[in-house]
């Protein structure tokens, strides 16, 4: 620090204690750097001097047993510099003129007035500031002389005439003279000839005050000698920027430019050399390193040097390589071989560097170094992972189980045969080595055969790439076919040396061709036999075959026999006449053909509302690819899909229904439209009247009333089928007496029971109207009917319940409306007034009547949770845990706790109340866990966790911890993990309490949905 912002420390010595208290106070805060001790006795104050450093010493007069002047000289005798300011209230010249004899640095009269610390501090801190300096000079002088004279370097004092001053030992030594003999002497002597002039320069630069100045200079010794000295030179100027000292400092360089010399020549070499070259220092780090680096690693010698040699290291050689290298160091033990190694290096991009290295050590000026020579080996390396490859290629052919390899000299001798091959003979590869390759067993069967092997040898050796295919024997006569070929293997040069022959077998393939060309045989005596309509073509387009169906369907006057050769595009143009959309229908068939897919059940609509499909199968005839092509009317299953369409829509349509009168109309509706009735009679029998009497039955709906059937037990139709509980068809009414009235003209029912809802009767003017299908579509539609009279049910009852929950919330509301005003008034009050007891006194007992109201603040938040938020949570919104963590964190005052995350996923829930329940899990962390505690949040299949490394929860207290109002800390509500397993199963989730590994709390949340 500086003098003018240092501390101060002021002793003031004075009988008055509350005199010395108060001039304390008003010094400190006049200047912010003062600090006063005070002594009510000069012993005192001596004691205090003798055991604490003391900047200034401020002291009364007129004190008893000693007075200001005695304790001044007392002071004198061992501190002859310290200040010491005598401020005294007895002033006289008498006193004054004492003080000045006995050393005094100031005096000072005390006065009435506040002003005067003023003026107390001033003199203070300026007795303190020249104290300072001139210990600082005195000590400077010191540091001047003692380098002067123990410098190892020459050391010369100059006057202004550039003349020796005085000169240090080393200076005489290096220049020849005794000690004394240098003084007066001018630089001209001591400089040769051949440098005098630029040292003139020098000397003329450093009397003009230009900053000091480095040379190196050819010096003349006494002896006439010539040595190269190495000199700095300096000038010391006052404050007015007056030259008052010139000091040079010179060291003796001969040996050492030579030996740089040498260096630098040793340097240029390494400079130019190609591969890496670099020291390395005791602690591992790069000394020095040649511009081949950038080269090999990418980066330049200025980024390197001073950094750690694994920087060119991939991770896991960075490692054994510092393990090698202490090792070294402390026991000489090598790992590795110095003269040449390989190790992977990494360049600037994180790429891998194949290299080699070869290692040496050095000394060098009193300095252990480790040289390195290394070269990038890639291409090398290259050249041999491509043979590597190659054998691989090579091994992977020859030891392929599906093919046959044999490798043979240029004669056709063989010299490799794999496994697979010597599978077909009986014979091994050392009977085999050398041998002809058409003279071995494969071949043995036919002079034919081996005639031809022979020949393609020969077309081989002379460079030809050479394919076969050959019908061979098995050695008990079972017959078999190969392909394959013959490749010449050259050099560099392009020479053929070697032969390499492979085959596969292909018998089962050639069976399989045999096995097609039947199959297309017997393709036309197939196609009158499909229940479809097919027409098969081949790749010109004609036709091969058709059945009669074909032409039945589309209605065309040909027979299969006449279409066969004829054109199958002028077919389609026919066929497409009968199609609702016909336009585009012969460009997509050519292109299904072009395409070559398959194609299946493509829709296409016929004029008098029929409907087709159509299917594609590419097939693979004798003569080369053909098409299958397929017809079927799916008229009839179409009506039935429209139906169940037509099902579908209504019971969707039931779903949306808000009262049992629309539920009503729908299945009426329902019912015409999927049993395709062509009359209005259909109904809900809900009571005796409509399901007894048919007389009251009619086209409409009257009225329905009640919600249970009110059916009188007997054997009417309506009895049967609702007690049954089956849909019951009755094929024609007439026959039934009971049941018949003339002045209806239904024919046919259909009653469906509706559970305890009633039945649904559908009528026909159609004897036997109703068939399977109808009762099965029927009775899925009574379901959904039942469905929705049941849905209405609980939605009346849910309704109920959300008006018995509309006035529980209402009461609630009230409470949180008395807890949020009624309470916090009187609270707010309370903690306005405490504030102001703090003002006006200090007591024991203000902190814990805070702590007490700042508890109630948070119980009333909690109710507030509680009696507000409740078990209803808004609109669920994709979150990200990580975020929400790092946030709920950053609201939870935390101190030296920690948080680990370990979860990235993103979750649907109410972001709001996701928050506020990690906030209260880190909370109850963290006042059970200590300051210290370490949170993590990470991933559970289904769900999350958070957990502690603190103190833990018994099992037995696991279950009462969500209750609300339990708590074991003085700090805790209780309310807190109540409000945590609300939130919880108001997102339908589960929450589980367990031990984390370190033995803390472990929170387990289930059931939570990603999103």
Request: glycine share 6%.
């Amino acid at each position: 620090m500086s003098a003018g912002t240092d501390p101060i420390t002021v002793l003031h010595v004075d009988d008055d204690p509350e005199f010395a208290e108060l001039a304390g106070t008003f010094l400190e805060r006049e200047d912010d750097r003062i600090t006063v001790e005070t002594a009510t006795s000069p012993a005192a104050g001596l004691e205090f001097l003798a055991a604490s450093d003391v900047d200034c010493i401020v002291s009364d007069y007129d004190m008893p047993r000693t007075n200001g002047i005695e304790f001044l000289e007392t002071v004198r005798a061992e501190y002859p510099d310290l200040p010491f300011i005598l401020y005294t209230g007895k002033g006289s010249e008498e006193v004054a003129s004492d003080a000045i004899s006995a050393g005094v640095t100031d005096y000072l009269q005390k006065e009435t007035t506040s002003s005067q610390y003023a003026v107390l501090a001033n003199r203070v801190t300026n007795a303190v500031d020249q104290y300072r300096s001139k210990r600082a000079l005195e000590a400077s002088k010191e540091r001047l002389s003692l380098f002067f004279e123990e410098s190892p370097l020459g050391v010369i004092e100059w006057n202004d005439e550039f003349e020796v001053v005085r000169a240090n030992e080393a200076a005489a030594d290096i220049l020849g003279y005794d000690d004394g003999d240098l003084s007066g002497r001018s630089w001209a002597g001591l400089v040769a000839e051949s440098d005098r002039s630029e040292t003139a320069t020098v000397i003329e630069g450093v009397l003009e005050n230009e900053g000091g100045y480095h040379t190196v200079t050819e010096t003349r010794r006494k002896d006439g000698e010539h040595v190269l000295c190495e000199w700095h030179n300096w000038v010391v100027t006052n404050d007015a920027d007056e030259i008052i000292a010139i000091f040079s400092q010179f060291q003796d360089v001969t040996e050492q430019r030579t030996r740089q010399q040498e260096l630098e020549r040793h340097r240029a070499v390494v400079q130019a050399a190609t591969n890496t070259i670099l020291t390395v220092d005791e602690e591992n780090r790069i000394e020095s390193v040649n511009p081949a680096v950038e080269d090999t690693f990418g980066y330049t010698p200025e980024e390197l040097v001073g950094e750690p040699v694994t920087t060119l290291m991939s991770e896991a050689v960075a490692e054994r390589h510092i393990a090698a290298f202490e090792r070294y160091l402390e026991t000489g033990e090598r790992t590795l071989e110095w003269e040449y190694t390989e190790l992977e290096g990494q360049h600037r991009d994180g790429s891998s560097i194949p290299l080699s290295v070869t290692f040496g050590e050095v000394t060098y000026e009193g300095e252990r170094l480790f040289v390195g020579i290394i070269r990038d080996i890639t291409e090398r390396k290259a050249r041999e992972t491509e043979l590597q490859r190659k054998e691989r290629r090579y091994q992977a052919v020859l030891n392929d189980p599906n093919i046959r390899v044999g490798l043979l000299d240029t004669d056709g001798t063989v010299q490799d045969v794999n496994e697979t091959a010597l599978g077909y003979i009986e014979q091994s590869f050392e009977e085999l080595r050398d041998e002809p390759f058409w003279m071995t067993p494969w071949f043995a069967h036919s002079e034919t055969v081996q005639t031809k092997v022979r020949d393609w040898i020969d077309r081989a050796a002379a460079g030809e790439y050479v394919e076969y295919e050959i019908d061979l024997e098995h050695p008990n006569g079972d017959p078999y076919t190969v392909e394959g070929v013959f490749r010449p293997v050259t050099n560099d040069d392009g020479e053929v040396v070697s032969l390499l022959v492979s085959d596969r077998d292909i018998t089962e393939q050639k069976e399989h061709e045999r096995e097609l060309e039947w199959t297309n045989a017997v393709l036309s005596s197939l196609l009158e036999t499909l229940p479809v309509a097919v027409l098969a073509e081949d790749e010109e387009r004609e036709v091969l075959a058709a059945n009669q169906r074909l032409f039945d369907l589309f209605e065309m006057d040909r027979t299969p026999e006449e279409a066969i050769g004829a054109d199958c595009e002028r077919i389609a143009e026919e066929v497409s006449d009968m199609f609702v959309d016909s336009d585009g229908f012969v460009e997509r068939i050519n292109e299904v053909v072009d395409e070559g897919d398959a194609m299946t059940d493509e829709e296409i609509a016929v004029r008098d509302g029929r409907t087709f499909t159509r299917s594609h199968v590419p097939v693979e005839l004798p003569d080369g690819p053909g098409h299958l092509w397929m017809y079927r009317d799916i008229t009839e299953r179409k009506e039935y899909e429209q139906r169940l369409e037509a099902l579908n829509e209504r019971a969707q349509n039931l779903i949306g229904a808000e009262s049992r009168e629309r539920v009503a109309e729908i299945g009426v509706e329902a019912a015409r439209d999927v049993l395709g009735l062509d009359t209005n009679a259909v109904q809900l029998a809900n009571d005796e009247r409509d399901a007894l009497e048919p007389a009251a039955r009619t086209e409409t709906i009257d009225e329905l009333v009640g919600d249970l059937p009110t059916f009188t037990p007997g054997d009417s139709i309506a009895w049967r089928a609702y007690e049954e509980g089956e849909a019951l068809a009755i094929d024609d009414v007439h026959d039934d007496a009971d049941v018949y009235n003339p002045e209806t003209p239904i024919r046919s029912e259909l009653h469906l029971p509706l559970g305890e809802h009633g039945i649904l009767i559908a009528g026909s003017l159609t004897p036997n109207a109703f068939d399977e299908e109808d009762i099965a579509l029927g009775q899925i539609l009574a379901g959904s009917i039942t469905t929705a009279f049941e849905q209405i049910e609980r939605t009346e009852q849910l309704r109920a319940r959300e008006r018995e929950l509309t006035r529980q919330n209402d009461r609630l509301e009230e409470f949180a409306s008395i807890v949020s005003h009624d309470l916090r008034n009187p609270l707010s009050v309370a903690s306005g007034r405490l504030e102001l007891a703090r003002e006006d006194c200090d007591t024991p007992h203000l902190e814990p009547a805070e702590q007490a109201l700042d508890r109630m603040n948070a119980l009333i938040d909690d109710l507030l949770t509680l009696a507000r938020q409740g078990d209803v949570v808004g609109d669920l919104e994709p979150v990200a845990l990580e975020a929400v963590v790092r946030q709920c964190w950053e609201n939870v005052s935390t101190g030296d706790a920690a948080v680990r995350i370990e979860t990235d996923r993103v979750v649907a829930a109410s972001r709001g109340r996701l928050q506020q329940l990690l906030e209260n899990l880190f909370r109850n962390a963290l006042e059970h866990g200590g300051e210290d505690v370490t949170v993590t949040v990470g991933d559970l299949d289904g769900g999350f966790y958070v957990e502690d490394d603190g103190t833990g929860i018994p099992p037995e207290s696991r279950e009462e911890i969500f209750e609300a109002g339990y708590s074991t800390g003085d700090a805790g509500t209780g309310f807190g993990l109540s409000i945590v397993k609300q939130i919880v199963e108001a997102h339908g989730w589960e929450i589980r309490v367990t031990e984390s590994d370190a033995g803390g709390a472990r929170f387990e949340i289930s059931g939570v949905r990603s999103s």
